[in-house]
Each structure stands twice: as structure tokens, then as C-alpha cells.
């Protein structure tokens, strides 16, 4: 098959990073294509967005996931040796984990201790009767039930180290400098925290609950029959407690838009939860999160007219596909009310990837999310009376994650449980 690859390509990095959300999606705009070709760190990669070229991109058969995130992404929030590098029997087996312990029993188990975190640090926050920086108050809200939900006994009492450590692995990966830096070392931190841990539990020198999340990974057996190496059972376990945590970004979010469309707010606190799944998948679809997935293409083909050769960096635009306007009318617009009337399909809205879950590399959180985030919105508009102080909203598009350039910022006045 003929490689048509231009022999020289320039390299795109800066320009991706300084807007990581809107680099691939407004190219292929421009372009009218929904793939280009370009080097980013320095290696060539092919960018996809839109329905159809994710619909093409969570094809098993044409791409694969070894080795495909760059090295400083494996070293801070993913960590090497887990489920998002694996392909295959190897990759359904680990997955059938996740996907026992995002949901069910396991699901309703996080969330109740996430409601006991709510009205613990709920009183804390009248207490203090202070300003709260809301992303603060969430991550170490979610570090709480995360760690008491994995049945993690060290961790109680020791909040603030816990979330920073957790925090740094998806909040610093991408920074520049010193706090890339603090991610890699906070992985090794964690790491060798719960890996020690994985050791004791098998030696029987814990009394961990036979029914948490850490017994579970660490008597998992892979499609070999063999236990994890303990130090990829950590990696598994931060799988699950990282961005169980991470959802503070989706909660600062939830807030953001409240904000800023408070007509929503009377039928919400009503309880209307028609309207309050839209919103939140509106809050999904509308904000940027994760920017892009990538993979590596398994054998030469062609598409679309472009090559695709064996072994080359292929990225899909989750936040463009999300914007799309051949799947979303008025895609800049926030309206939940589109999801009254419209369902979205696996390859359209993909904010936590595409396709299924089970078979394929789709986030097993997206109930565990969709639940706190409901979760937040009920404590929020029933539970609490609150302002944002904040005075500027606007997001910053650079940051990965994308938050508000000011902290958002709220006062919390009553609280009724
Ligand atoms: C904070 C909100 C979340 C966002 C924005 C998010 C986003 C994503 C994305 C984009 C992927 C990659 C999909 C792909 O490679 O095709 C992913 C994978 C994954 N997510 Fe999430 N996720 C979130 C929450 C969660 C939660 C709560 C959990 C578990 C408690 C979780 C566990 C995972 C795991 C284990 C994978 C790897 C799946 C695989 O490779 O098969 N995520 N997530």
C-alpha cells in the first residue's frame, strides 16, 4: 500500500498544548477532513475528530493501545503497566475488574460514603464560615470517600497529603516545569504506598474488608491466572481512586454552569431529574476535560485518503467530537434541553470516550460520575444555601484540565440535612 505521508512535517506541540482542546477540531474545521497528519513530541501523528473517525478509532481490529499515551502521561496519570496500555484477552480480563467495581454494590458503596463526606465537611465549611475555594473543598471531599470506599486505613486522618498526592496525578501531568514534576513523584509516592499495602494484604498482615476495592485488586487474577506484580496492582487501584477524585473538576463545572444559567435552578432544586440528567450530560458535553485518546494503528490501511501505517500515534478529539456541529445543532450553545430530544450515540458524545465499555477502552466511571455528580447537584441546591463569590468565570482553555482562571470561589450560609 502506498505511504502518501508528506516527507516533511513540522512539529505542532506548542500549538497543541496552548489550546489543547481546540487544536485538532478547528484544523479538521478548517480543512474540512476529519484526519490530518502532524508530528507532535517530536513524532508523527495522525488527528482524528468527528463521529466517523471515532466510530473508525475504537475499532479493535485496526488499532491498539501498547504503548500508545506518551511517556509523561504513562509516568503520571496513567502509570505503567495498567489497563489503558493493555489490548485483547489481557485488556478484557483487567476491564471485567473495573467494571465490577464501577458499579452495582460497588457503586452504591462509594456513594453513600460520599454522602457521609458531604455532611462531614458540609458542617466543617459553616464551621469556618469562610470563602471556600470549591475545588479545594471537592477534591479533599471525594479523597475521603475514595479512600474510605478502597478500604484504605492510613489514609484517614491524613486528608490533605492524601489529596494532594491524588490531585497531583491528573492536576500537575500536564503542567510545565516543576509541577510535571511534582506528578512523577507523587506517582512514585502512591505507588509504593498502596503496592506495600497490596503485599500486606496478601501476606494477611491487614485487616482490609474482604468486599473493598484494594482486597479486589489485589487477589484479581489476569487472563494468565497469575496476580498482578504488586506494583501494577497499585497502578490499578489509582486507576480507580485518581479519577474518582478528578470528578471535583466535573463538580467545579456543575457549579460554573449553574452560575452562569441560573434559570435552571428553580425546577433542579424542585427535584426535577429529568432536567437534572440533561444538565449534567450538557455540563459533559459542553466543558472541555479530557482533550484527546490515543492509540496506535495496528496495519497499514487507508481512509478517508489517508495512510495509516503500522505502528503510528493516531489521537482522537473527544472535545471537538463533542462539538461537532454534524452531531450537535448550535454545538456552542449550552442547552440541556438537546438531550430531551436527542439521544446521543457512542461515537458522538465522548467525553469519557467512545464505543462500550467492557469490550472496548471506554472509562468504566462514567456511572460513578454521573452518580456524584447528581449527587453534588442535590446536596448543592437542596441541601445547602450557597453563593459564588467568584466575580470572573471565564475558563481557561490552556489549563488541562480546563478550569476557571479564577478560582471559583462559594460561601456556604445554611446547611440542612
Ligand atoms: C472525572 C471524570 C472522568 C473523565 C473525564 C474520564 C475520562 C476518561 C477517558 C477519556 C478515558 C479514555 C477512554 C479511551 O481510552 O478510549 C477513560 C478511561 C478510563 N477511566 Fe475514566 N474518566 C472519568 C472518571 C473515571 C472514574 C470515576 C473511574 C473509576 C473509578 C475511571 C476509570 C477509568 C479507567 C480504569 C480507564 C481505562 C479504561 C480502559 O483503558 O479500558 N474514570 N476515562
Known amino acids: 500500500m502506498p505511504d502518501q505521508s508528506k516527507p516533511f512535517l513540522p512539529d505542532h506541540t506548542v500549538a ?19 484526519v490530518f497528519e502532524t508530528r507532535l513530541l517530536f513524532k508523527r501523528t495522525l488527528c482524528l475528530s468527528g463521529p466517523e473517525a471515532a466510530a473508525l478509532f475504537y475499532d479493535l481490529n485496526r488499532f491498539q493501545r501498547q504503548d500508545a499515551a506518551p511517556e509523561p502521561v504513562r509516568a503520571t496519570l496513567f502509570g505503567k503497566g495498567g489497563v489503558q496500555g493493555l489490548d485483547d484477552a489481557a485488556h478484557r480480563q483487567r476491564k471485567a475488574l473495573f467494571m465490577r467495581l464501577t458499579h452495582g454494590d460497588a457503586l452504591q458503596g462509594l456513594l453513600a460514603h460520599a454522602a457521609d463526606a458531604w455532611r462531614e465537611c458540609a458542617d466543617e465549611w459553616l464551621v469556618l464560615g469562610e470563602e471556600l475555594v470549591f475545588y479545594d473543598a471537592m477534591r479533599t471531599l471525594l479523597t475521603r470517600a475514595a479512600c474510605r470506599w478502597a478500604g484504605l486505613p492510613q489514609a484517614e486522618g491524613d486528608w490533605p497529603e492524601r489529596t494532594r498526592q491524588l490531585s497531583a496525578l491528573f492536576d500537575e501531568a500536564a503542567a510545565p516545569g516543576l509541577g510535571h514534576v511534582r506528578a512523577r513523584m507523587a506517582r512514585g509516592e502512591a505507588e509504593t504506598w498502596l503496592a506495600d499495602l497490596i503485599e500486606d ?3 494477611g498482615r491487614t485487616d482490609l474488608p474482604e468486599d473493598c476495592a484494594t482486597w479486589a485488586v489485589a487477589w484479581h487474577r489476569d487472563a494468565d491466572d497469575a496476580l498482578m506484580p504488586p506494583r501494577i496492582a497499585a497502578v490499578e487501584l489509582l486507576n480507580l481512586l485518581r ?34 440528567d440533561a444538565f449534567i450530560q450538557e455540563v459533559r458535553r459542553w466543558y472541555p476535560f479530557f482533550p484527546a485518546v490515543a492509540a496506535r494503528v495496528r496495519h497499514d490501511f487507508l481512509w478517508q485518503g489517508q495512510f495509516f501505517r503500522e505502528g503510528r500515534r493516531v489521537m482522537l478529539d473527544l472535545y471537538g467530537t463533542n462539538h461537532d456541529p454534524r452531531s450537535w445543532a448550535d454545538p456552542e450553545a449550552f442547552l440541556p434541553e438537546r438531550f430531551l430530544s436527542q439521544t446521543p450515540t457512542p461515537f458522538n458524545f465522548i467525553p469519557q ?14 456511572a460513578i460520575t454521573v452518580a456524584l455528580m447528581h449527587q453534588a447537584m442535590q446536596m448543592l441546591l437542596q441541601h445547602l444555601e450557597y453563593e459564588v463569590t467568584t466575580q470572573n468565570l471565564a475558563l481557561d482553555y490552556s489549563r488541562l484540565p480546563a478550569l476557571p482562571r479564577e478560582p471559583l470561589c462559594i460561601r456556604v450560609n445554611t446547611v440542612r440535612f
Open 16 to 34: 497543541f498544548l496552548s489550546d489543547p482542546y481546540r487544536f485538532i477540531g478547528e484544523r479538521c474545521r478548517a480543512e474540512t477532513c476529519d
Open 201 to 203: 494484604a496478601r501476606a
Open 243 to 276: 479519577p474518582t477524585v478528578a470528578v471535583s473538576v466535573y463538580l467545579v463545572l456543575l457549579v460554573h454552569a449553574l452560575a452562569l444559567h441560573p434559570q435552571y435552578r428553580a425546577p433542579l432544586a424542585a427535584g426535577d431529574s429529568v432536567l437534572a
Open 353 to 366: 470516550g467512545g464505543a462500550e465499555a467492557a469490550g472496548n477502552h471506554r472509562c468504566p466511571g462514567e
